[in-house]
Each structure stands twice: as structure tokens, then as C-alpha cells.
């Protein structure tokens, strides 16, 4: 129970006051409409793997109501689940309760974790998911341990792409855990197969709706989103994967804690290697996620946060070996003044995430343009200008629409949608459900909405905010209300 108050005690405020990211506002509608009836690739565009906006959609339409808090409460859940599920493992490694209770300490104040987990977004049921894949295999009573964790990392799939790059590994673990019983190694590949494949059989249903539609929206989508295509701009590739250790520049606390959990970790390979024992499965995991993590163009620091429980497994079970052998006191000492620091400093993250908005990925403007309360505010105040008869409203960024009664124009589901929208040719952006500016001006001039929205434009948008608001002007929409930097305009009844 203290563990489950000390997690909640983090995760849950996070859930409530932790800014928005960008994308949330994509994920949260997107989960909405699904429940409605929409279809995912097929009438909006999706970009990942398919259960997400399942999961949330559900717990909205059937537990909590549309709510950005209610969602974000579900993947403080998830973070709690996922700590409890470490504490469970480390104790059944280390064979002591106390460096159980250790990992999900350093787990609740990593702020990767506490950054990262309570958004919603792939990181919360994805890590919980592939984590739990692997502890999985610790059910050594269970026969069938292979089948659960080919299920769990299924669905981690079924969330993630490209969690996919993993599966070899649980296979090479498999084949080394029973490399002396051929008859038992077919056996269990055959149990993690079968699993496997349950999770990941839903995709085929959308697959065979239309191959194309589904592997672009997948896969091909991600080579537009940056002029780099899928692998390219390996620079920044580089960068982030030095920043992410401290090395040149930091984000923030992040950077020093998780450089300390991976010199932790190099320790206790090292260690094995020196001692002739194979690397744990929990390495093996963490070395293709770090490094398939790098594989999305632009890369960004939030994708590591997957990478850490396992890191933080790794780190314990080795501290715990040195100390069972009998650890000097100064080095004894150095650990607690060290572990007392790692704490200590996670404030001053959870300052930025929810306050300053420092260094992370958002729209010039004020951050406070991101906090849930603005976003609901502005959801209200669309309400407001609508009617029923026309609910139907332009808005740049989806997330003013979770909770509303308005509906964002078909294609604007995702906010990416227009800006990928000129690396495509005519048919993909008609066929793939893209919004071009062509077809927003047309929008604009036939007057198809009473309600335009401009606000919380990301990075692509922010300099073409001026001449958007021409194009609005121009074609007879007045504003009639200002919150932070959203404008809000409407098109005077005589024009309708």
C-alpha cells in the first residue's frame, strides 16, 4: 500500500497539472470518435498501431465520461501498475523486498517517467505492456509464461510499431533458456508464437479493409513527416542521443538521472561479461529499444522513457550485488548521498513540466495555452458560438474538441494532416483522408463551418499563424473571443 501511495502520490497531480503535449489532443479525439464509429485509418488518419485510442475511448465512454483529466487519470494507472510490476520483479532478481521497494523509488522520481507516463500518448499502456512481457517470464511456475508474454508483448505491438524489433530478443532468450531441450524449445516457441499472434490478429481486420490505406497510415506516413524521410537526418539523431545522457546539452534533470542509470547499467554488463554470464534479458530490451527509439525522424528524448524501467532493473539488481558482497561503507555512503540527490533534484523537472513549459516541444506562445483548464475554457467558449443545426468548426490543434459538443471538420482530426499534406500527390491526400490548403480555402470561401478556431498552432504552423488569420478575415469571419493566444472567430448571420 505505501508503494501504491508513494507512485499515486507523483503520478496522479502529474496527470492533472502536467502540460499538454501536442499530440495528446489527436490521441484523446481520436479516441472519442472511434467510440462513435469512426474508423481508424480508414476515416481518420492514424499514424500508430491501433489499441490506444481503444483503450481510452473505452475508459471515457464507459467509466469517467470525455475528459482530459478523466484520460490522464488512466495513464497515472498505468504508471502505478507499471511500478508495481517492477517492484515485483527487482524483489524476485535481488530476493530481497528492500531493493524492490528501491526500483519503484527511483521509478517515480526519474523524470522521464513522471515527464512522460501520465500523458496520453503510446508511452503509459506501451511500456506497461512490453514490461510486462518480460517480467512475465519470471512466472517460472506458471507452464505457461511463454503464452503470457507472447500475448503482453503483442499488445505492446499493437500500441507501438516498432516494439516489433524486439520480438528476436525474446526469442534468443528463449533459445538460451532451453538450448538443451530441443522438445521443451519447440514447446515454449510455440506458446509464445500462439500468444503473440492473438494480440496482434485485431490489425488483419484493418489491414484487409484496405492493405494500402493501412501501411501508409502506419509506416509510409512517417517518411512525410519531415524532409529527412524515415531514416534520414542522422545529426539530429545523434544529438539526441548524447542529450539524453547530458553529454553537450541536457533536458533538464532528465539527462542527469538517466546518464547515471545507464553508467549503472554499462557497470553490470561489464560485470557480467567479466564474469562469463550472459546479459540479462532486461539489457538485451533495453539496447534495441534505445536504439529503435533513434529510428523515427525527428527523434525526441520522451521516446527513452520506455528504456527505463528496464534500465532501472538492471542498475538495482547490480548495486544489490555489490552490497551483498559486502560493499566499504564510504561506497555505501556515496550510494545514499547519491540516491538522496537523484530525488532531490526531480522538483525541479516537475517545475517544468507543469509551469515553465523550459525546452519541451510546443507552440511559441504562452505555455500556459496548454494547461487542460485553458483547453477546456476554450472548448466551452467554441460551444458557446455554435449551433445545432452547424456544429461543425476549423480548428488547427484537435484537443479543444474532447469535451465539446462541436465537431472539427472532417480531416482535421489530426494536425498533421495539412502540413504533410504538400509532400503528397493529389490521390494520397483524397485517398489517406488529408486536408489540403486548397481544400481549407475552398472551406473558407463556401463558408462550410460558422466557427473557425487559431490557437495552440505547433511548430509547423506558428509562422504561417499571420496568414491563416488573412485567409479567416478575408472571407468574412469576425472575432468575437480572445483566451491567451486562441482566437476564436465567427461568421456573421448574414453571411450564412
Known sequence: MFLILLMAAVFVPMSQFRLIDGDEGTYLLDARLVMEGQMLFHDLYWPQMFLTPYIYGAWMKFVVGYSWYGARLLSALAAVALGLVLYRQVRYLTERQAWGVLAVVVFTFTSLEFGWLPLVKTFPFGTLMLFGAYAALSLSASPNRWFYSGCLLGLAIDIRLYVVFVVPVFLVQLYLDERHDFRKRMMEAARFAVGLTLALLPNQFFYLIDPETFVFNIIGS?????????????????????????????????????????????????????????????????????????????????????????????????????????????????????????????????????????????????????????????????????????????????????????????????HFTIHFAPFMTPREVGKFNFMSYAELLKALERHAVDVVVLGNLLDMWAAERPWLKEQVVRNGYVRVATLGDTEIYKLPVGLR
Not at 237 to 264: C, E, M, R, T, W
Not at 325 to 341: I, N, Y
Open 222 to 414: 512517417h517518411a512525410t513527416r519531415s524532409p529527412w524521410g524515415f531514416f534520414g537526418f542522422v545529426q539530429q539523431k545523434i544529438y539526441v542521443a548524447l542529450h539524453v545522457l547530458g553529454i553537450n546539452s541536457a533536458d533538464g534533470v532528465a539527462s542527469l538521472q538517466f546518464a547515471l542509470l545507464f553508467l549503472l547499467s554499462l557497470a553490470s554488463w561489464v560485470a557480467c561479461v567479466a564474469a562469463r554470464r550472459r546479459l540479462p534479458l532486461s539489457a538485451m530490451i533495453f539496447v534495441t529499444l534505445a536504439l529503435v527509439g533513434l529510428i523515427p525522424t525527428p527523434t525526441y528524448t520522451q521516446y527513452f522513457s520506455m528504456t527505463v524501467p528496464f534500465v532501472i532493473v538492471d542498475a538495482v539488481v547490480f548495486v544489490a550485488r555489490i552490497a551483498a558482497e559486502g560493499a566499504p561503507r564510504g561506497l555505501r555512503q556515496l550510494g545514499s548521498v547519491t540516491l538522496a540527490v537523484y530525488v532531490l533534484l526531480s522538483p525541479l523537472d516537475l517545475y517544468r513540466y507543469t509551469v515553465s513549459g523550459r525546452d519541451l516541444f510546443y507552440y511559441e506562445g504562452s505555455y500556459q495555452n496548454w494547461k487542460i483548464s485553458t483547453v477546456r475554457a476554450v472548448g466551452q467558449a467554441i460551444d458557446r458560438e455554435i449551433t445545432p443545426e452547424r456544429p461543425a468548426v476549423i480548428g488547427f490543434w484537435p484537443g479543444y474538441f474532447v469535451e465539446t459538443r462541436a465537431r472539427i471538420l472532417p480531416k482535421m482530426e489530426n
